[in-house]
């Protein structure tokens, strides 16, 4: 049972970054899924999360509007799409269920 998280990296303020988590040992569908995300020092954050029952979808207040998540469950891969990318929006995100912990991608969002 394994997530593994893809796609952060270093962008301006005003843009946007796709993250993917691809679930492997477990079919994704059947389970919630979020997103999470911490910077040092502080606490982890949930930013958003999916669930499996009747596809709704949950958002922190200070994403909403900005990031959509959504699943692909041909390709057993969670996305968190991020626009409009604010300075404190940088963070190692996470993506995790009830199952497993991904290892985390950075997001830097930096001029």
């Known amino acids: 049972v394994q997530l593994q998280a893809y796609g952060g990296g270093l962008v301006q303020p005003g843009g946007s970054l796709r993250l993917a988590c691809v679930a492997s040992g477990f079919t994704l569908d059947f389970y919630n899924i979020g997103w999470f995300r911490q910077v040092p020092g502080k606490e982890r954050e949930g930013v958003s999360c999916s669930s499996d029952s009747d596809g709704g979808t949950y958002y922190s207040d200070s994403v909403k509007g900005r990031f959509t998540i959504s699943r692909d469950n041909a390709k057993n891969t969670l996305y968190l799409q991020m626009n409009s990318l604010k300075p404190e929006d940088t963070a190692v995100y996470y993506c995790?269920?009830?199952?497993?912990w991904g290892q985390g991608t950075q997001v830097t969002v930096s001029s």
């Open positions: 995790a269920n009830l199952l497993a």
